[in-house]
């Protein structure tokens, strides 16, 4: 644990002091009693200094600071570095260059085991210090998920090991992606910080930018009987688009260690399908009528069994749900619709699968006023089910889509919203 964690927090406390960094030291009042160090105690045999945070990690902890000696108690050493977190929340500098810190018993422990923050990294490339610079935020407001929306439509700065012709050809530039050392550099740096990444790779939508690098993996649009030179969603009608997932998914599910990846899903266009001869004729032989909800759901089951066989679970948008796809038990919902969205919260749950909310939290959201106040009124349980329904709502995720935000506003825009939703979520425990 000291080797791990502890060092980067004792910089935190006592390694920006103005008076330190002077040689300023006048007298002052001295305090009763002095904290001469905090002992941390890891209770499981396994202190998981090595290993990844999962969505079962145990994060409570208990913090007991009184002289001589103040004492962290955890289960795990997640719970321990939410400790340590708030322990260097209650150390501050006095005006004669003290340290002070209250007598304090604290027992802590998360409302939600899920509680993310959504990253967009193709709208506006995120140069890597703005990734890691928001991963220490989010350290210090104890979220413990980054969902990496890394790319879209717009660009794909993954620079995958398969298939590097896509960042090639997909990135806005040769300097705007992440290499396979960016990518490890970033998930080893919220891994010290007890935060999983959650990559999503949304398909068949908003994949435009793969098409740039993976000939024939988007479906060619018709204008009449000739195609009008413009691609829509992935083809789902081609044996050649699965042999090509089977080869990216099984690259990314050995890139991120996480036991879940997101797979979108979400606002599928129709209407390339329904213009395009091969694919009607496809529907057709498949007796799938022209319901193209249907055409989609067998693409999405095709992916799904894909990412299943390498032994990953997965995330997906409530499109996926409400287009009735096959899903395994443990797949986790996340609900983004804010229309009506505990009406959807109630069928996902009922249904018996795991809910992640977000309809409420889009900070991309640009309007007038102060944002944060509708936040408040926000109540994740307050949707109709029983009580082992409410028990599959497993957190809540503040999602930053990237049409308007770059490196030079995400850290105010982000921060300024969330700081609130700290405070409230505090206030609910």
């Given at each position: 644990?000291?080797?791990?964690?502890?060092?980067?927090?004792?910089?935190?406390?006592?390694?920006?002091?103005?008076?330190?960094?002077?040689?300023?030291?006048?007298?002052?009042?001295?305090?009763?009693?002095?904290?001469?160090?905090?002992?941390?105690?890891?209770?499981?045999?396994?202190?998981?200094?090595?290993?990844?945070?999962?969505?079962?990690?145990?994060?409570?902890?208990q913090l007991t600071v009184i002289a001589p000696v103040?004492?962290?108690?955890?289960?795990?050493?997640?719970?321990?570095?939410?400790?340590?977190?708030?322990f260097s929340q209650l150390v501050h500098e006095d005006d004669y260059g003290s340290f002070l810190v209250n007598e304090s018993e604290i027992y802590d422990f998360p409302r939600f085991a899920h509680r993310g923050i959504l990253l967009d990294t193709s709208r506006h490339y995120l140069p890597l210090k703005s990734i890691l610079t928001n991963l220490d935020a989010m350290a210090f407001n104890k979220f413990n998920v980054l969902h990496w929306h890394i790319v879209d439509d717009q660009s794909f700065p993954y620079q995958s090991i398969c298939f590097p012709e896509l960042s090639d050809k997909g990135a806005y530039s040769y300097n705007h992606i992440y290499t396979p050392?960016?990518?490890?550099?970033?998930?080893?740096?919220?891994?010290?910080?007890?935060?999983?990444?959650?990559?999503?790779?949304?398909?068949?939508?908003?994949?435009?930018?793969?098409?740039k690098g993976q000939k024939y993996l988007l479906t060619?649009?018709?204008?009449?009987?000739?195609?009008?030179?413009?691609?829509?969603?992935?083809?789902?009608?081609?044996?050649?688009?699965?042999?090509?997932?089977?080869?990216?998914?099984?690259?990314?599910?050995?890139?991120?260690p996480d036991a879940y990846i997101h797979l979108g899903g979400d606002e599928v266009d129709?209407?390339?399908?329904?213009?395009?001869?091969?694919?009607?004729?496809?529907?057709?032989?498949?007796?799938?009528?022209?319901?193209?909800?249907?055409?989609?759901s067998y693409y999405i089951q095709k992916i799904l069994d894909i990412v299943s066989s390498y032994?990953?679970?997965?995330?997906?948008?409530?499109?996926?749900?409400?287009?009735?796809?096959?899903?395994?038990?443990?797949?986790?919902?996340?609900?983004?619709?804010?229309?009506?969205?505990?009406?959807?919260?109630?069928?996902?749950?009922g249904a018996g699968f795991t809910a992640i909310l977000a309809a409420p939290w889009y900070l991309d959201y640009i309007s007038y006023g102060q944002d944060w106040r509708k936040y408040y009124s926000v109540e994740p349980l307050n949707f109709s089910g029983s009580e082992k329904q409410k028990e599959l709502l497993i957190g809540g995720e503040a999602c930053l889509w990237g049409e308007f935000?770059?490196?030079?506003?995400?850290?105010?825009?982000?921060?300024?919203?969330?700081?609130?939703l700290w405070i409230l979520e505090s206030q609910l425990q």
């Amino acid at each position: 644990m000291e080797v791990c964690h502890t060092n980067r927090y004792y910089e935190y406390m006592f390694g920006q002091s103005l008076r330190r960094n002077w040689g300023y030291r006048p007298f002052g009042p001295r305090a009763e009693a002095e904290l001469s160090h905090l002992q941390v105690v890891i209770e499981s045999r396994d202190p998981g200094c090595d290993s990844h945070p999962h969505l079962g990690s145990s994060e409570a902890y208990q913090l007991t600071v009184i002289a001589p000696v103040a004492t962290l108690k955890a289960d795990e050493v997640w719970g321990a570095l939410r400790g340590l977190e708030t322990f260097s929340q209650l150390v501050h500098e006095d005006d004669y260059g003290s340290f002070l810190v209250n007598e304090s018993e604290i027992y802590d422990f998360p409302r939600f085991a899920h509680r993310g923050i959504l990253l967009d990294t193709s709208r506006h490339y995120l140069p890597l210090k703005s990734i890691l610079t928001n991963l220490d935020a989010m350290a210090f407001n104890k979220f413990n998920v980054l969902h990496w929306h890394i790319v879209d439509d717009q660009s794909f700065p993954y620079q995958s090991i398969c298939f590097p012709e896509l960042s090639d050809k997909g990135a806005y530039s040769y300097n705007h992606i992440y290499t396979p050392t960016d990518v490890r550099l970033v998930i080893e740096y919220a891994r010290l910080r007890g935060i999983r990444v959650i990559p999503e790779f949304d398909t068949p939508g908003h994949t435009q930018s793969w098409g740039k690098g993976q000939k024939y993996l988007l479906t060619p649009c018709y204008n009449g009987e000739k195609p009008s030179g413009s691609f829509g969603p992935v083809n789902p009608i081609l044996n050649t688009t699965y042999d090509f997932m089977t080869k990216f998914f099984k690259e990314i599910s050995s890139v991120f260690p996480d036991a879940y990846i997101h797979l979108g899903g979400d606002e599928v266009d129709f209407n390339c399908w329904k213009s395009n001869p091969e694919v009607q004729e496809f529907m057709k032989k498949q007796g799938l009528g022209r319901d193209y909800a249907k055409l989609e759901s067998y693409y999405i089951q095709k992916i799904l069994d894909i990412v299943s066989s390498y032994n990953k679970g997965y995330m997906v948008w409530q499109e996926v749900f409400d287009n009735k796809a096959k899903l395994k038990p443990d797949t986790v919902v996340e609900v983004w619709m804010e229309r009506n969205y505990a009406y959807e919260l109630s069928n996902v749950t009922g249904a018996g699968f795991t809910a992640i909310l977000a309809a409420p939290w889009y900070l991309d959201y640009i309007s007038y006023g102060q944002d944060w106040r509708k936040y408040y009124s926000v109540e994740p349980l307050n949707f109709s089910g029983s009580e082992k329904q409410k028990e599959l709502l497993i957190g809540g995720e503040a999602c930053l889509w990237g049409e308007f935000v770059d490196a030079t506003n995400l850290t105010p825009r982000l921060w300024y919203e969330l700081l609130h939703l700290w405070i409230l979520e505090s206030q609910l425990q």
